[in-house]
């Protein structure tokens, strides 16, 4: 067998290290930029699979580039925005957690708990930390995670890379702006600077929209994914676009009566479409792409794809209609059908993993840490739409006949669903993902990158106990004490996560540091692989010795700068039917006369005199 040929098993980095030619066509299926120089650190039939590119057809092509055949593309490393997109996202992401999310809504429970009542703290800081949530920590993550994979599941190149990073700065403005306006209200100008905030917020979410619409609308690659993400990004407008109107509607209230019957009949389908439609089917649709490739896991059925697509969106719109037409017409019949949303979530939440056969066994090679987090997630998935469904039920038949509540709805009850569906699914699913791609993508080898174990206990401990203490407090007032320290134990575990991303995506560009540096400081060893650009970037006149060997594509500077890049010297001589041997003998004597000249100055002298 030849030694230089390519296997599956060879990861990236040391593939390209020993055939730059190979990159041109990573590039060519969405590496573009991944890991810097030399590429993530990933072996190629993973590469393949998540990229969805047949292994033997991938192989075959690499081998060409390797051996000088098949068609040249550039493998000059350029950093562009586009390449490391994610991270700033990521970043501003853990900002937010750390300060309006998840920090934030641990001192809100503390408070709670320590004053024995959910009416313990100003709604209006709920409101703020619950929007921080939904369009600061979940957004950001999936804004950067859209614009970094999507491109790459297509075998395309983001769309407008500058406009998709400047979402970023507008949408943490928007955020910033809102958070005070909702601590000011309803004094002026703070209503004024919450719909402010509110149309800031609209123009971010549009321009993700329209950025990923038209990558994915250029990458003319359809797959079933594709109709969730567009799902997705129907209900993040539709929530940006009732943000500003819900803003009003909560701050305005003239009475409490007024502001109680508005949080009642508004919230819940407010929520319900960031949690469920953005978030949700955010997921759902990623899973398809990630999951299968990712893990090696089975792909689901199309009529289950079918009845994800239809059944999930179907509920989300049944619910927050039947909810609004019941509240407002005061008809609780109208609430069957938010039942009837809840029981079809409630099978996806099922049949899910069961399609993916995600709880089976995953051969060794494909096991990582993020694995866990991702089964738990799907875990805590079942457990919340489980309690969603049986809400009817528990108010029914056990809250109000055990308390004698006049009302048969428990706060306490809603609010550890939303709580098993926030942490234990949408939040689980972010942990275990950029577990695993954020160390592939930096270069780091994610089998020998911390496990996370303490992050994983810790996450599903303070999850368990926040909705088991939260259910109690309808009981017992001596479970808020309980409760109230819950939202720390989350924190604590989501910080070992948050410090050892940061640290993976600084690992990241120190690689990419050093890798450039070695390119640009290595000393030119002439040789049958040495690529042509090389030569002349060192030896401009050596131009004419090419041309005189039969080289004139190199008269194009375009050529120069891109083909003459990707050709060693053996295989640019292969091409244009010329003597390796005659072209370096000719090369090397040009590099030994420019050394000797170079030393043959006064200044030169001076200092090897030196």
């Avoid at 998709?164 to 000011?184: D, E, F």
């Avoid at 017409?329 to 939440?349: K, N, P």
């Avoid at 410090?499 to 070695?518: D, H, P, S, T």
């Avoid at 640009?520 to 030896?539: H, I, N």
Wanted: some cysteine; aromatic content about 10%; charged content about 15%.
């Amino acid at each position: 067998m030849n030694e230089r040929r390519i296997t599956a098993e060879m990861l990236l980095p040391e593939m390209i290290r020993r055939f730059p030619a190979t990159r041109a066509v990573l590039d060519r299926y969405g590496l573009r930029g991944c890991g810097g120089p030399e590429g993530p650190r990933e072996t190629i039939a993973w590469f393949a699979r998540l990229h969805g590119v047949p292994l033997d057809r991938l192989l075959e092509e690499l081998n060409a580039a390797a051996e000088g055949k098949g068609p040249v593309g550039e493998i000059a490393f350029r950093p562009t925005r586009a390449d490391t997109i994610y991270r700033p996202f990521f970043l501003a992401g853990l900002v937010t957690l750390f300060t309006l999310g998840c920090a934030w809504g641990a001192v809100n429970l503390w408070l709670i708990g320590t004053r024995q009542h959910f009416a313990g703290v100003d709604y209006s800081w709920i409101l703020a930390h619950g929007h921080a949530m939904v369009f600061g920590v979940v957004g950001f993550f999936i804004m950067g995670f859209a614009y970094q994979a999507f491109p790459r599941f297509k075998h395309a190149t983001l769309w407008r890379p500058t406009l998709a990073l400047a979402t970023l700065p507008v949408m943490a403005v928007g955020l910033a702006l809102q958070a005070i306006a909702h601590l000011g209200a309803p004094r002026e100008p703070f209503l004024a600077l919450g719909l402010v905030a509110g149309a800031v917020q609209i123009l971010a979410v549009a321009l993700f929209a329209w950025v990923i619409r038209q990558t994915l609308r250029q990458a003319a690659r359809p797959e079933p994914f594709d109709a969730f993400i567009r799902s997705a990004l129907f209900w993040f407008l539709l929530a940006a676009a009732a943000n500003p109107v819900i803003f009003w509607l909560f701050e305005t209230a003239p009475t409490r009566e007024a502001f109680l019957f508005r949080v009642a009949t508004f919230n819940i389908p407010y929520r319900d479409v960031q949690l469920l439609g953005i978030a949700v089917v955010m997921i759902l649709g990623v899973s398809l792409r990630f999951l299968p490739h990712a893990y090696a896991l089975r792909e689901p059925t199309p009529r289950w794809r079918r009845f994800m697509l239809c059944g999930a969106n179907g509920a989300i719109a049944l619910g927050v209609l039947a909810f609004l037409a019941g509240m407002l017409a005061g008809e609780s019949r109208w609430l069957i059908g938010q039942e009837i949303a809840a029981l079809m979530l409630l099978a996806i939440a099922l049949g899910t993993p069961r399609q993916y056969r995600l709880f089976g066994p995953v051969p060794e090679s494909e096991r990582d840490r993020g694995l866990k987090f991702i089964r738990a997630a799907y875990v805590w998935f079942i457990v919340a739409m489980a309690m969603l469904a049986l809400t009817p039920v528990y108010n029914l038949l056990i809250y109000q006949p055990l308390t004698g509540a006049a009302v048969p709805f428990s706060h306490a009850f809603f609010g550890a669903y939303r709580h098993a569906l926030t942490v234990g699914f949408i939040t689980m699913m972010i942990v275990g993902v950029s577990s695993k791609v954020v160390p592939t993508l930096s270069g780091v080898d994610v089998r020998q990158a911390s496990a996370l174990w303490p992050t994983f206990l810790l996450l599903n401990v303070g999850n368990a106990l926040r909705v088991g203490t939260e259910i109690a407090t309808d009981y017992a007032a001596a479970a808020f004490a309980a409760m109230r320290v819950t939202g720390f134990i989350e924190v604590a575990g989501l910080a070992l996560w948050g410090y050892e991303l940061v640290q993976n995506m600084r690992v990241g560009k120190r690689l990419e540091r050093e890798a450039l540096a070695r390119a640009s400081s290595e000393p030119l060893v002439l040789g049958p692989q040495t690529k042509v650009a090389d030569v002349l970037q060192r030896y401009p006149q050596a131009l004419d010795i090419f041309l005189r060997h039969g080289f004139a594509p190199l008269q194009n500077p375009v050529l120069r700068r891109t083909m003459a890049r990707v050709v060693t010297l053996e295989q640019a001589c292969r091409r244009e039917g010329a003597d390796l041997n005659r072209l370096l003998a000719d090369l090397m004597a040009l590099i030994e006369a420019e050394q000797k000249a170079r030393t043959s100055t006064p200044e030169s002298r001076e200092a090897f005199s030196v």
